[in-house]
DNA sequence: GCGACAG
DNA sequence: ATCTTGTCGC
């Protein structure tokens, strides 16, 4: 069953057709979820972060996988995918435009990151499961997000200094992620958990990914080379 | 009912 | 996400 929502996923002839076929893959998906594992401690092993960047005009999208060595985060392998775009931006189905393209990356790479951390959410998302959910269930891999913006969340301002944090809330005051300042007197980042990582250790993760940035170097680096990929795309095919 | 809404 | 110059600062 996962195979088959995995080639769903893969495979841009095999796309969802609509916002309904998507939701229910997404239920399927959502099955396989695992809350109740710590995850990998910050500071040691690989970790990877992936992005994507398009362009609608030439209908292409192209993904990164970058795997940083997580104690001194120099670049350990680097890995690029170009495709189609199959799938609009829709709130809450955000998976289903980035995830074809984002796992052809990783599955190119030669070795296996510990953790991998989305640009997006995870656990913090209207039905509960967004992208970094999917991913993580896809691949295995324990996953995190970190989104920019709070989406339709809200949270107390945390305090000024680096490392501070607050709770980040659904509507129905549930908490689905953390406001976290990774840089201080600089807007926070928005941490949910994936798959396989609590909240305290995603947020760990995130802060000593993010030493002198306010994004995690993870998240940088792979928002630079899919731009260079999709450019170097563009140029030659 | 209408708008807002990760990237 | 993307459209986009110069500019302020380390």
Same mark, same amino acid.
């Given at each position: 069953?996962?195979?088959r929502?995995l080639s $769903?996923?893969? @495979?841009? /002839?095999?796309?969802?057709a609509?916002?309904t076929e =998507?939701?229910?893959?997404?239920?399927?998906l959502?099955r396989g979820?695992v809350l109740?594992?710590?995850?990998?401690?910050?500071?040691?092993?690989l970790?990877?972060?992936?992005d994507?960047?398009?362009d609608d005009?030439?209908?292409l999208?192209a993904?990164?996988a970058?795997v940083?060595?997580?104690?001194t985060?120099?670049?350990?392998?680097?890995?690029?995918?170009?495709?189609?775009?199959?799938f609009?931006?829709?709130?809450?189905l &955000?998976?289903?435009?980035e995830?074809?393209t984002?796992?052809? =990356?990783l599955?190119a790479l030669?070795?296996?990151?510990?953790?991998v951390?989305?640009?997006?959410?995870?656990? =913090? $998302?209207?039905r509960g499961?967004?992208?970094?959910? $999917?991913?993580?269930v896809v691949?295995g891999l324990?996953?995190?997000g970190?989104?920019?913006?709070?989406?339709?969340?809200?949270y107390?301002?945390?305090?000024?200094?680096r490392g501070d944090?607050?709770?980040?809330l659904?509507?129905d005051?549930?908490?689905?992620?953390r406001?976290?300042? @990774?840089?201080?007197g600089?807007?926070?980042?928005?941490?949910s958990v994936? $798959?396989?990582?609590?909240?305290?250790?995603?947020c =760990?993760h995130t &802060?000593? &990914? /993010?030493?002198?940035?306010?994004?995690?170097?993870?998240?940088?680096?792979?928002? /630079? &080379?899919?731009?260079?990929?999709?450019?170097?795309a @563009?140029r030659t095919?």
């Amino acid at each position: 069953m996962i195979a088959r929502l995995l080639s $769903h996923l893969m @495979t841009t /002839s095999e796309t969802p057709a609509d916002e309904t076929e =998507a939701r229910a893959i997404q239920d399927e998906l959502r099955r396989g979820v695992v809350l109740d594992e710590p995850g990998p401690p910050p500071g040691t092993g690989l970790v990877a972060g992936v992005d994507v960047a398009y362009d609608d005009e030439r209908d292409l999208v192209a993904a990164a996988a970058v795997v940083l060595d997580a104690g001194t985060l120099e670049v350990v392998e680097e890995r690029t995918a170009v495709g189609r775009v199959s799938f609009p931006y829709v709130p809450g189905l &955000l998976a289903f435009r980035e995830l074809p393209t984002v796992l052809a =990356a990783l599955d190119a790479l030669t070795v296996t990151p510990g953790l991998v951390v989305c640009d997006g959410y995870g656990l =913090a $998302h209207p039905r509960g499961f967004g992208l970094a959910c $999917h991913l993580g269930v896809v691949t295995g891999l324990p996953s995190i997000g970190v989104a920019k913006n709070p989406f339709t969340f809200t949270y107390e301002e945390p305090g000024a200094r680096r490392g501070d944090a607050a709770p980040l809330l659904a509507a129905d005051g549930a908490v689905v992620g953390r406001a976290l300042r @990774t840089q201080g007197g600089i807007k926070p980042v928005y941490v949910s958990v994936g $798959h396989r990582v609590s909240l305290d250790n995603a947020c =760990a993760h995130t &802060l000593a &990914l /993010s030493p002198r940035y306010r994004l995690p170097e993870t998240t940088r680096r792979a928002d /630079s &080379l899919c731009r260079r990929a999709l450019r170097e795309a @563009t140029r030659t095919g």
